[in-house]
């Protein structure tokens, strides 16, 4: 089994919250001797901006400095542990880089707002690594609208730059990602896109009626155009507003393979992305196992598993 991760933000921690640590040895979920010990094959690496904190500071033209600060240090950690760990671009990348022992570290995006209606930093973004984009996180933007309570947000979708850079970063190779994404902008980019869609890090809505999780509706329609959607471990999201168990992170799984198929479940487990957990039933990637078994107690093939922990996400990375 081969871990395949796509969503962390532990790029964030370090910089942003620590400012402490590395990936070698950290107070993170996420560093290197976890995912060895776990055994994983890719991990996705977001760079993520807080809109808020740049707002009167630059805003999103800053936010985007602050992306290529991370671009740079996760590639300076890569160049400073690179008997372990080294960055990927494609496919090939990650199969080279697995055959030489090593892990591959995917560079992400999590809010396209820093774009800021400037196509040619999509180019510069995908020139610098970057291979996955969530469109925006939980804020209107340039792209589209965000996923909300508030059912007049909620049904707002894609603005037409939002199509442009849909259209673009398929002809680029880019995954798209519709985690945190309105129910309005996830049906526009099914309409727009002419690849597979990622959710990253998004659960099931009839599970755990939060925004950020997807409809039983919104899952066939991901499924039938051959998307995934990692499965998150915050709380809130699987059904406990305190606590990240394994046994509601099964029940989601087994939901997802239920309404998707078996092609359809993925792990984005939002590590470092999210406090306040009272309980952490796994609390670092290392730890990963937990969930294994609990899959397995229910009955989830090894064949199924592998699709699960790495299988289905290389397919998406393969046809995108
Ligand atoms: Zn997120």
Redesign the pocket.
């Known amino acids: 089994m081969k871990l395949i991760d796509m969503?962390c933000?532990t790029l964030w921690k370090l910089m942003d919250l620590d400012k402490s640590g590395d990936l070698m040895k950290n107070g993170c979920s996420v560093a290197i001797p976890h995912m060895k010990e776990v055994g994983t094959k890719a991990q996705f690496f977001?760079c993520?901006t807080y809109y808020k904190e740049y707002e009167n500071a630059g805003g999103y033209d800053k936010c985007y400095e602050h992306v290529h600060e991370m671009i740079a240090y996760l590639k300076r950690q890569a160049e400073e542990y690179h008997s372990d760990i080294a960055i990927a671009k494609t496919y090939a990348d990650i199969q080279k880089n697995a055959e030489a022992g090593k892990i591959s570290a995917v560079l992400t995006v999590?809010e396209g707002g820093i774009l800021n209606g400037e196509m040619k930093r999509l180019e510069e973004l995908y020139a610098e690594g970057v291979r996955l984009m969530?469109l925006m996180?939980n804020y209107e933007n340039c792209i589209g609208y965000p996923n909300s309570k508030e059912i007049a947000v909620m049904r707002q979708g894609l603005k037409p730059f939002g199509v442009e850079v849909v259209r673009w970063m398929n002809e680029l190779g880019m995954m798209i990602d519709v985690?945190?994404a309105s129910d309005g902008t996830f049906w526009d980019v099914l309409r727009y896109s002419a690849k597979p869609v990622v959710a990253s890090?998004s659960n099931c809505r009839s599970l755990c009626g939060h925004p950020r999780n997807l409809s039983d509706e919104m899952i066939r329609a991901l499924a039938d155009v051959g998307g995934i959607a990692g499965l998150n471990f915050y709380g809130p999201f699987l059904g406990s507003p305190n606590a990240s168990k394994v046994d509601e992170m099964a029940a989601h799984v087994l939901h997802m393979i239920r309404v998707g198929g078996s092609e359809f479940p993925a792990i984005g487990t939002?590590f470092d992305?999210f406090d306040g957990m009272d309980v952490l039933e796994i609390p670092d990637v290392s730890k990963m196992e937990r969930l294994w078994d609990a899959l397995k107690k229910r009955g989830i093939s090894e064949r199924q598993l592998d699709k699960i922990w790495g299988g289905n996400a290389e397919r998406v990375l393969m046809d995108v």
Do not use: L, R
Request: no cysteine; proline share 0%; net charge negative.
């Open positions: 969503h933000d977001a993520f999590e969530t996180w985690s945190h890090h939002d992305g």
